[in-house]
């Protein structure tokens, strides 16, 4: 993908195919989906890609991990 698709690929119903169909293969809503949830969750998708060789998306979360109140830690045991 280059920057322009990037950009635009967590668009809701956004398909960088343009010869795919829902029939054919999804309605463009999966990363969408994701990057939602990632925010819920306070994470970021970072999304990389090479025209022709490949994509890659990580899931980086921007909050510090909170320990649970009833999680048993290392002094507790």
């Not at 690929?9 to 169909?21: M, N, Q, S």
């Not at 994470?43 to 649970?68: D, H, M, N, R």
């Amino acid at each position: 993908m280059n920057e322009e698709q990037i950009a635009l690929v967590c668009e809701p119903f956004y398909r960088i195919d343009k010869a795919r169909t829902r029939h054919s293969g999804g309605i463009g809503l999966g990363l969408s989906l994701c990057k939602e949830i990632a925010h819920l969750h306070g994470a970021e998708l970072i999304i990389s890609s090479t025209p022709g060789k490949g994509t890659t998306v990580q899931i980086c979360f921007t909050t510090p991990l909170q320990p649970s109140e009833n999680s048993v830690t290392n002094d507790d045991a």
